[in-house]
């Protein structure tokens, strides 16, 4: 369509326009079709006074009285699922089907998730009869907290920080990622009508140098949760060090998945395809390194390749599309680089960039796309094994011993999500526990349960989301002594 969008911050329960801004491009056609707006100091200080005021009044509420405004706003973001998910694949080159069982379900799913967990939680209390004393914990919600959340599942990792923070009884100010902003904007338009108190969420749109890195070095935001880059998260680090803020850091990987002999093939074989390309390979889960046992390495590549042939990259609104495009011309010429490095270092590329065609509608000749592909012959120490590439670009080599795969999969910086194919229970139990990572998932991928811990170790952040670890970032915890 033509329509060219203007989006304004959401401060205080009000849309303010911005004197700056930034074009947004849809990723599918290459197009600029919306301004974002740039914010700077003036627009986070306004909205970090606006949340500061709102946080008496909210965090005095009960669980059940912000539980109902959680509910009310899933309840409004779930009847314009189909407007939020069209605006999300548009916003971000997703697939439409994509956007329509996932991004928009679960960003509707988080709140009622938080909404329903804030009711549950409970604090500790010991005696110290010997002493005639009893000890007790309480939470609090900590003040105003600093969101930022990235381009690759744009509502659905925003309202996963959203969500815990309010219901926990934080105010928030929230930065979208400036390339996919859209739908935040949307779900501003349904703030009033869930009961949202003006200044309890507050949307401020922008850049990451300049908007967030603002927000970050806010003295009156003395939480800050992060989803992004391991490069950012160190500047967000080195910036709010000088507070002593709490952080929680969600960042990359580089995840494997280990194959054994004794996999179920069939299913190993589709799984690992959805794992490597899904959201085009653009969730920091994504499996980017594949091992697989010697004995099984041929006849699992040919299947393999097969499959990723079959994975098809097209239009996002074409219901027979697997792959969308990418976030930007220059993700995918990143992307590009790590598959001609590969090349340049002697690797097989068996399917995807360079060798297969993609056949696109004439619209969608100026977008961001690449088909899904499969390296093979690439070195661990090269930089296409080391580094997080988040495209649909995956590496598969074959080893030996499950001392090698456990050695050859911890090998890297990152520690975020494995994938572990066995059949032997006991194989399962011990590779798991040795797998460096912070999600482990054997023969399947990316189920989850949301009251468990997320996040990952390394280089892949610190700190956990999750039901109970959500509440506790979002809370501070006072250790009461009581002499009777
Ligand atoms: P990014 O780090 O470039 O940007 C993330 C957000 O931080 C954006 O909103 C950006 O504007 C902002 N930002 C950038 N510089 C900033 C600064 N100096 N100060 C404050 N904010 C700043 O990441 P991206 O490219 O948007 O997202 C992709 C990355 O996110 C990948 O590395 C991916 O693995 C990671 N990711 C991690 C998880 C997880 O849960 N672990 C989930 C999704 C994505």
Redesign the pocket.
Known sequence: SSTHLVLENYIGGKFVACGDSIDSYDPSTGQVYCSVPDSGQDEVNAAVAAAKEAFPDWSSRSPEQRAQVLNKLADLIEANLDEFAQAESKDQGKTLAFARTVDIPRSVHNFRFFASSVLHHTNDSTQMDHMGCLNYTVRSPVGVAGL??????PLY?LTWKIAPAVAAGNTVVA????MTSVTAWMMCKLMQEAGVPPGVINIVFG???KA??TL?GHPDVPLVS???????AQ??TE?SAPYCKKLSL????KNPALIFADADLEQCVATTVRSSFSNQGEI?LCTSRVYVERSIYPQFLEKFVAAARKWKTGAPSDPGSNNGALISKEHLEKVRSFVALARSEGATVHCGEGVDRLELPAQHAGGYFLPATVLTGVADSSRVMQE?I?GPVVCVSPFDTEEEAVARGNNVRFG?GAVVWSRDVGRVHRVAGRIQAGLVWTNCWLIRDLNLPFG?MKS??TGREGGRDSYHFFTEVKTICVKH
Request: proline share 8%; aromatic share 8%.
């Open positions: 930022i959340s990235p381009w690759n599942l990792l930065k979208p990622s400036e850049s990451g140098p967030g890195d970050v992060f989803t992004g880059s391991t490069a950012t500047r967000i910036r969600e960042l990359g990987g920091c997080e988040f975020l990952g892949s952040g």
